[in-house]
């Protein structure tokens, strides 16, 4: 079972550049898929991008294609999403979020999920 905990929000300037991470508490996280969605005020929560569990294969919404990046270092129980070029629509809580499908790209394909971390970007 995986405990998920974000860290690396804040507040960013428009064009700024922020590297939020997720560790997995304690556990290992060989065999999870792991997504990253962010939810604006009022909004939906979106899906943003995911990763496979060994790396090899990424995907990302085309909104953040070319700005967002994710990776991660399976020897540190640790998935990162690299953001940058950050714009004020960008500004949301940001969650991070596992399961054991090979693909998955809506938030009810996630049984586990973090707490969430914000991101705000001033204009």
Do not use: H
């Not at 940001?94 to 973090?114: E, F, H, I, K, N």
């Amino acid at each position: 079972q995986a405990q998920l905990v974000e860290s690396g929000g804040g507040l960013v300037q428009a064009g700024g550049s922020l590297r939020l991470s997720c560790a997995n508490s304690g556990r290992t996280f060989t065999g999870y898929t792991v997504g990253w969605f962010r939810q604006a005020p009022g909004k939906d929560r979106e899906f943003m991008g995911a990763i496979s569990w060994w790396g090899g294969t990424t995907s990302y919404v085309d909104p953040i294609k070319g700005r967002y990046t994710i990776f991660r270092d399976n020897a540190r129980n640790t998935v990162y999403l690299e953001m940058k070029s950050l714009k004020p629509e960008d500004a949301a809580v940001y969650y991070c979020a596992a399961t054991s499908l090979a693909t998955a790209t809506v938030a009810r394909q996630y049984p586990y999920w973090g707490q969430g971390t914000q991101v705000t970007v001033s204009s």
